[in-house]
Each structure stands twice: as C-alpha cells, then as structure tokens.
C-alpha cells in the first residue's frame, strides 16, 4: 500500500497535484530534520574532540622521538595522521583509538600534524573531521656550533688538534705497552675562533725503558693559559728525560724502587720518597718556574698563564710496573685494569676557594707549603694494568659528572668501554691516534671544554 492508498483510507482526498506537492514538502521536512540532527552529532563530536587535552611533544633531529595519542573509543571509528612524512617520522597505531608516533625526525622547523578520523555513525566517506596538532623540531644542537679556525697570527699560535702514536718495539717477542694521545679544542672555543689552551706531551726513552706522559689544562680566563699548559708539559717532561739520561740518577733511583719493592720500611721509603721529589717534584716546580721567568720576560702576571698539570712516569721491572706521579688541579689521573675490576687514583681534583674553581700550578702557594705538596706526589707498584690514563677536565667531567664518581670502578669500566668501541687499542695500531681524536668529539650536553687524553695500555 503506498502513501496515496493510506491517505484514501484515512478519508483524506488530494489531487494528484496537491499530492505530489505533500511528498515533497514531507521529504524535505524529515530531511531537514535528519540533516540537523546528523550535524548537531557531527558537531558534538567534532568539539568533544577539539577539547581532548592532547598535546604532542616537541622533538630534536637526529634524536630518537616517540609520542603517544589517545582517543575516545566510543566515539573513534577509524583515523590516519597526515604530515608525519615531512618530518621523518611515522605512526603506528596499536589499538584503533591509540596511536604512536615514533622515528628520528629529519627536518628541523614548525610543522601540524594533521588527524582525520571517521566517527561513528558517519555514512559519508567525505564527511571525514580533522583536527590539527602543531609540533617543533628543533635543530641538532650539534649542527649549531661553529668551528672556526683559530688565526695563525696570534702570539703563542698552537694547531686545533693534536694527536700522536708511541710504538714500543717488543721484547723478545713479548709485545710492550704503548702510548697514545689526542688533544681537540673544544666546541666553546672554536664557536669562537679561540686556540685550545689544552696541551701533552708523552715520551717513551728506549736507553732507559722509561714512559713519560705529561697533560695540562689551560685555564679558559687566562690570556696566555695555552702557552702555560705548553711550558708545563715541555718543561716537566724535559726534566724527567734529562734526569733519566744522568747515569748516576737513573741506577740509584731505580735500585731504591726495587730495594722498596723487596722490603718496605720507613727508611727505604724515605729514599725513595726523596728519589721521587727529585723526579717528579722538581719537573714540576722547574715548570712553575719556566712559567714565571715567561710572564717576566712579558710583563705581566704570572696568572694569565694559568695551567694545571698532571704529570707521570712509569717502568715495567721483573716484580711489576712502577709508576710515580704529580697532580695539580682538575681533570683525572688513574691506574685501570679492566680484569680485576681495579682502579688507583694517582691524587685527587683539586678544588678552589669556591665551587667550579680549581688550582693551578702557577699559583705560588701550591709549593710554599712542603706537606701539602709532597702530598701531591704519589706513587704506586702494580703487577700490571690494563691502562694508565691522564685526562683534562674536557673529558673526566662528562664522563664522571662528579669528583665522587672517579671512586667508583663502575664508572672506569663504562670510559674505558666507551673508549673501546671506537678505539682499537690493540698492539701496532698507529691509526689509534685518529681513531682517539675522533673520539673525543664526542657530545655531552653542557660539556665543550677543551679535550685532551693520554693512555699508556
């Protein structure tokens, strides 16, 4: 029965005309409503959606993102993000009302990510909602750093970087331990244009069996502090090779090293003590004092040459190696041996009269006071090691974070595991000293002093 039929039957009687007039004007009514009332939903959904506390977190490039989005799920049918590709990044959803976003964004800027979505109810595929979500890639705070040259014409001129390979020859056919070391300026330098104030200097002496290491840090507010870490790591350096070659010196010294070995007493240790002030000591105050004579010579104070020093010498004898050492200022100074889980501090940092300062060789005082400075004097006898390093404060603070954590092996093992995995230290490996300079343009946020490693291994 049609609605014309129904009409009859309830005694209504209509011309064709006037009938045909009522269906339309009836569908147009009930589509008006049904229209409304689709749009009074897609409205209400459309809000409800807009007013979702959703907030997608900003990203860095080059660095791993992940982000996660949360919809309602009685009311999502299904949804695709947009504008993900553009920044490198991708979504995957787990659920059909949660998704995540996740890669390495590419592209740095601001960007919307853009979710269309199909409610539920939703009859029309072209009646799809969105809403946009804005998102900021930040720049790779490593592509923001310049690197620019330090100019060659000015006075105390040394290279950006420098590196070098010791090659012990083995013995009968036993391989020797060798040295190498790297020096890098650091990021806050070079953003400048300033030189690097870090200095080394590592020696082995074939005549005696010796190994000289020797590393300073200039300090960043002295004028000439990269001249000062150079006298300190030249000078003392030189002391030690010249008192090496005096025969007299060098049979005495290492007899008391080896008469202490077998019994340690009070008096063999005073000789040896003494031995070692001689060394050590005196390379380190004739630095001091090649420092001075130099901001003499220039006229001003002996501060603006600001260096600390740390400063070694070692020798492998039939009972083990001996190693005797000097430490003035920050950085770090240690015996490792990764199979023993062992570590041996050669000194302590030294800090100044207030937090973030520490002390220099050419302050007078670190020699004035005899006990104290015979306390920076150490040395050690060691069956053998895994490696023997010295490090400026460019290296020790983002490694170690804190004094504290140079006591704790934990930390030894995870430098020397960083270390290794882009360091072959492995015997006759002269690329090792590209390999370390590489290595020392590591990132650490907060961290672009000046870098300069040693290791005898």
């Known amino acids: 029965m049609d609605l014309k039929d129904r009409l009859s039957n309830l005694m ?59 919809l309602p799920e009685d009311v999502i049918e299904d949804y695709w993000l947009d504008g993900l590709d553009d920044i490198g990044l991708q979504g995957n959803p787990e659920e059909h009302n949660v998704c995540t976003i996740s890669g390495v964004p590419t592209t740095a800027g601001s960007f919307e990510i853009v979710l269309r979505y199909k409610y539920k109810g939703c009859i029309d595929e072209k009646d799809l909602l969105q809403r946009g979500f804005p998102i900021v890639i930040n720049p790779d705070p490593r592509t923001l750093w310049k690197d620019v040259p330090t100019p060659e014409d000015i006075e105390y001129y040394q290279p950006d970087r420098d590196h070098t390979y010791v090659k012990v020859e083995a013995r009968d056919g036993i391989p020797q331990k060798d040295i190498v070391a790297a020096s890098q300026r650091g990021r806050s330098h070079a953003h400048e244009g300033n030189p690097r104030d870090d200095h080394f200097r590592v020696e082995y002496l074939e005549d005696c069996g010796w190994y000289v290491m020797a590393v300073a840090d200039g300090a960043g507010s002295a004028k000439y502090s990269r001249k000062g870490s150079w006298l300190a790591c030249d000078t003392s350096v030189e002391h030690c090779k010249s008192y090496f070659s005096d025969e007299k010196s060098l049979h005495d010294f290492e007899e008391y090293i080896t008469t202490y070995n077998g019994e340690a007493n009070d008096e063999y ?43 070694a010498v070692c020798k492998k004898f039939d009972f083990g190696w001996f190693v005797a050492s000097f430490w003035v200022g920050d950085g770090a100074m240690c015996i490792y041996d990764k199979e023993r889980k062992y570590f041996k501090l050669l000194g302590t940092p030294d800090e100044g009269e207030f937090a973030g300062q520490t002390r220099f060789l050419t302050m007078p005082e670190i020699f004035r006071d005899a006990t104290s400075f015979y306390g920076r004097l150490k040395f050690s006898i060691e069956q053998d090691f895994t490696a023997l390093m010295l490090m400026t404060d460019g290296v020790s603070d983002p490694m170690f974070e804190t004094d504290a ?52 291994y």
């Open 12 to 70: 209504i009687e209509c011309s064709d005309a006037r009938f045909e007039d009522f269906t339309q004007w009836i569908v147009k009514k009930l589509w008006n409503e049904y229209d409304k009332d689709c749009m009074d939903k897609r409205v209400i959904i459309e809000n409800q959606i807009k007013e979702l506390p959703i907030v997608i977190p900003n990203g860095t490039v080059g660095k791993e993102y992940s982000a996660t989005i949360r």
């Open 269 to 311: 240790r005073k000789l040896l003590g003494d031995s070692i002030h001689q060394l050590i000591g005196n390379a380190a105050f004739k630095s001091y004092k090649a420092i001075e004579a130099e901001a003499v010579s220039k006229g001003v104070p002996i501060k603006n040459y600001a260096t600390t020093l740390l400063l």
């Open 405 to 456: 954590n140079l006591n704790k092996i934990e930390k030894w093992d995870a430098l020397w595991e960083n270390i290794t995995k882009e360091v072959k230290l492995t015997d006759d490996n002269t690329e090792s000293q590209y390999q370390l300079m590489q290595w020392l343009d590591f990132w650490s946020q907060g961290n672009h002093d000046d870098r300069t490693i040693a290791i005898l």
